[in-house]
C-alpha cells in the first residue's frame, strides 16, 4: 500500500512561488501530480518514472518542477511564476504498476492524497 501525503498549498500573488511535497511509503516506478480547479476536471500536470524520465502538461512547462528525493521517499513540485489560473486543489499521485516515461492520465493512478490548496491571486 502506497499512502502519499501533500503538503505547502499556500496563497500567493502572481509571480510568486510555492513548493509542494508528497511524502509516500515507498517511491514507485510512476508518480505525478495533478491538479482540480473550481469547475474543472482533474488534470495531469508533472509525472516522473523510475528512471526520472519526466513528463509536464503544456501550461506549466517551463514553470514548474517535479523531482524526488529517494531517501526522504518524496515527490516534489515546483512552482514559480504562479498564475491566477493555476489555481487548484493538487494532488500527489501513485500508480502501481510500471509506466515508461512517466504519465498525465488520472486513470491510470491507483493511490491519491487528500490533496493540497494552492490559491493565486492577480
Known amino acids: 500500500q502506497v499512502h502519499p501525503v501533500e503538503s505547502g498549498g499556500g496563497s500567493v500573488q502572481a509571480g510568486g512561488s510555492l513548493r509542494l511535497s508528497c511524502v509516500v511509503s515507498?517511491?514507485?516506478?510512476?508518480m505525478g501530480w495533478f491538479r482540480q480547479g473550481p469547475g474543472k476536471e482533474r488534470e495531469g500536470v508533472a509525472s516522473?518514472?523510475?528512471?526520472?524520465?519526466?513528463k509536464y502538461a503544456d501550461s506549466v512547462k517551463g514553470r514548474f518542477t517535479i523531482s524526488q528525493d529517494t531517501a526522504k521517499n518524496t515527490l516534489y513540485l515546483e512552482m514559480n511564476a504562479l498564475k491566477p489560473e493555476d489555481t487548484a486543489m493538487y494532488y500527489c499521485?501513485?500508480?502501481?504498476?510500471?509506466?515508461?516515461?512517466?504519465?498525465?492520465?488520472?486513470?491510470?493512478?491507483?493511490?491519491w492524497g487528500q490533496g493540497t490548496q494552492v490559491t493565486v491571486s492577480s
Open positions: 515507498r517511491l514507485t516506478n510512476c
Open positions: 516522473t518514472d523510475r528512471f526520472v524520465h519526466l
Open positions: 499521485a501513485v500508480k502501481a504498476t510500471y509506466c515508461s516515461g512517466g504519465s498525465l492520465m488520472v486513470s491510470e493512478y491507483n493511490y
